[in-house]
């Protein structure tokens, strides 16, 4: 056998053709772990945002917020499952790279847009994750605050799960605020106290990146 | 991702076939013989072509075993599966399916290892010639658009922030 084959073949649990398939006659969609997936159409979308718009006012996004936390949460769980079961090792002995190719493909697979990871400032605790066409945003349209709550909530928990750590994620930018991608900052809960504030009142990305590196975990 | 048969029935959607995609699904099923001629081909050089590619990236990288644990191992692995898939969509005469299949999944990953575009497009293009000086011109015609759709698309990301090749 040669050299190459004694290192496991490692294939694309999301590759295209295996990952998802829909018993036509049962009206059942599942992926190849077996999880039943539920397509949600932008009209969903819509009217579940101006549902939470009428019946939570100005707490609609925290609300969301919450809504993603909790989804997030079942997310890394099902991950941890499907690729142990796929990988033949836990989501935590993975090499950080399967890792992030592995969760880039989640949300993309998932339509929630593509995800990338920016470790840059992980010696600082600080990690920033960008996501292209997210969801949210996608189907909002033009807004004056960030819109991709749900989102900002499933990484937090997400990261949370895996660190060990109690994280926070406060979203930066926004594809539908005008930003080229949204971008959401992930670090300590303390550490991002005040984060949501700055956004609020107009403080950019990279100058949020560089009070949070004053403030130290 | 379609397949050419695929696309041409569902292209034809509630119609019979017309003489154009008639005669699309019988020229590419003449060429089923000689692309899966091909693919044994390839299959039998595929351990040779990937050892002598890498030797030549080895010469050109040195620094990269010393940056990547069982990293020569791991290129190995990574070419021959890389090189499989490639292999498919050319059986299948498809340019979209392997991307679909591996590669911008793929591509994430080595781009999260800190390896460079340059280095892809290095050590795939070896892949190329190591592979076209032992297939016939025939044969690589064949497989040369997916070889050369496959390091495009391999290589498109952009150059890390901290190069570890």
């Known amino acids: 056998?040669?050299?190459a084959l004694e290192l496991r073949a490692r294939s694309n649990f999301f590759a295209?053709?295996?990952y998802l398939k829909t018993d036509i006659v049962r009206g059942v969609t599942r992926n190849r772990a077996g999880t039943r997936i539920v397509a949600l159409t932008s009209d969903f979308l819509v009217g579940f945002r101006r549902a939470l718009a009428d019946e939570c006012g100005p707490a609609a996004e925290s609300v969301m917020n919450t809504f993603g936390r909790k989804w997030g949460a079942l997310l890394a769980k099902r991950f941890d499952q499907e690729m142990r079961g796929h990988y033949r090792v836990p989501?935590?002995?993975m090499e950080m790279p399967l890792f992030q190719g592995c969760l880039a493909e989640l949300f993309a697979r998932s339509g929630f847009g593509r995800l990338t990871l920016d470790f840059r400032r992980a010696d600082r605790g600080v990690?920033?994750?960008e996501i292209r066409d997210p969801f949210m945003a996608g189907i909002v349209g033009v807004s004056d605050k960030p819109v991709d709550a749900i989102l900002a909530g499933i990484l937090e928990s997400f990261f949370s799960h895996y660190s060990g750590?109690?994280?926070?994620c406060v979203q930066t930018e926004c594809q539908a605020r005008g930003d080229e991608v949204s971008r959401f900052v992930l670090a300590l809960k303390d550490r991002l106290a005040e984060a949501p504030g700055w956004v609020e009142s107009g403080v950019g990305h990279d100058e949020i990146l560089r009070r949070l590196d004053k403030i130290r975990g | 991702m379609r397949s050419r048969l695929m696309q041409i029935l569902e292209d034809a959607d509630c119609r019979h076939l017309t003489a154009e995609e008639e005669s699309a699904l019988l020229a590419y099923a003449s060429s089923l013989p000689q692309r899966l001629q091909a693919a044994r081909q390839i299959a039998r050089v595929e351990e040779e072509?990937?050892?002598a590619a890498l030797d030549e990236i080895k010469r050109r990288y040195p620094n990269f075993q010393g940056l990547h644990e069982r990293a020569w191992e791991k290129s190995s692995r990574d070419m021959a599966l890389v090189l499989r898939h490639v292999v498919q969509g050319m059986i299948a005469d498809d340019?979209?399916?392997?991307?679909?299949?591996?590669?911008?999944w793929l591509r994430t990953i080595v781009a999260a290892a800190g390896i460079t575009p340059g280095f892809i497009r290095d050590a795939y293009g070896e892949l190329r010639e190591a592979l076209r000086a032992r297939i016939t011109a025939d044969q690589y015609a064949l497989l040369e658009p997916h070889?050369?759709?496959?390091?495009?698309?391999l290589s498109d990301f952009p150059e890390p922030y901290k190069a570890a090749v």
Do not use: D, P
């Not at chain 1, 750590?165 to 926070?168: C, K, N, P, Q, T």
């Open chain 1, 165 to 168: 750590e109690a994280l926070g």
């Open chain 1, 127 to 129: 990690v920033v994750a």
């Open chain 2, 95 to 104: 340019l979209e399916m392997a991307s679909e299949k591996l590669f911008y």
């Open chain 1, 91 to 93: 989501v935590s002995e």
């Open chain 2, 49 to 51: 072509s990937v050892r």
């Open chain 1, 1 to 3: 056998m040669s050299a």
């Open chain 2, 147 to 153: 070889m050369t759709r496959c390091i495009e698309t």
């Open chain 1, 16 to 18: 295209e053709g295996a």
